[in-house]
């Protein structure tokens, strides 16, 4: 059980244009996703928290404008990069918790976006 | 300041046991997570610790001792799949997950 897809799983793009990047938790109801980018040989950096129905929770240093997240139902969010610049690309992940107190993040396989 | 610390890599030889070390220093505690991670894949999840002690997993154990801020995460009969980097995570008073930089973990045959 608890699994999590995400879509694409790789994406290349003209710099200037806009890439979304789609999560969902296929079995389970995600009260909250995570959104997470990892450089080469770096650990996990968290961009966001969202829960379903109320706007997302950016880490410091996170351009809300730049990086959109819509967690519109219990089993989707989506990252939205708009006008994206070769230093966007990186591996971003999403992760999905299924109940408020329950501590364990399940993670979808990645999205490796790159620009050009 | 939130940190994580573990080393960056270590090389073990197959069939051996290695240990892999965290130490944590956070605002809060609500448990102690080890992941796995292959190169270009997103983490697995290994185990959770929120109280002291040994959790045992198969040939995978994680340890936790809370005065003491740290954990390890023991393999056995180590195979070559088992080379990955290794991620230590804490979730602190917020339930946000803080995550080390990961130990490389390297399988000699």
């Known amino acids: 059980g608890a699994v999590v897809s995400q879509h694409p799983s790789r994406v290349i793009c003209k710099s200037g244009t806009s890439v979304k990047i789609e999560c969902r938790s296929l079995d389970f109801q995600a009260t909250t996703m995570f959104w997470y980018r990892q450089f080469p040989k770096k650990s996990l950096m968290l961009m966001a928290t969202s829960n379903e129905g109320s706007k997302a929770t950016y880490e410091q240093g996170v351009e809300k404008d730049k990086f959109l997240i819509n967690h519109a139902s219990l089993t989707l969010s989506t990252l939205t990069v708009t006008s994206a610049h070769p230093e966007d690309s990186s591996f971003y992940i999403c992760s999905a918790k299924e109940l408020a107190d329950y501590n364990e993040q399940f993670f979808g396989p990645g999205t490796r976006l790159t620009v050009l | ?109």
């Open chain 2, 1 to 109: 300041g939130q940190n994580i610390d573990q080393p960056t890599e270590m090389t073990a030889t197959e069939g051996a046991i290695v240990q892999i070390n965290c130490t944590y220093q956070t605002s809060g505690f609500n448990g102690l997570f080890w992941y796995q991670q292959h190169a270009g894949e997103a983490p697995t999840f290994l185990s959770y610790n929120v109280l002291d002690g040994l959790e045992e997993k198969g040939r995978f154990s994680s340890f936790l001792s809370r005065s003491k801020g740290y954990s390890y995460l023991l393999l056995k009969e180590l195979q070559m799949k088992d080379s990955a980097s290794y991620l230590c995570a804490v979730m602190d008073s917020n339930y946000q997950l803080i995550w080390g930089a990961g130990t490389k973990l390297i399988i000699k045959p």
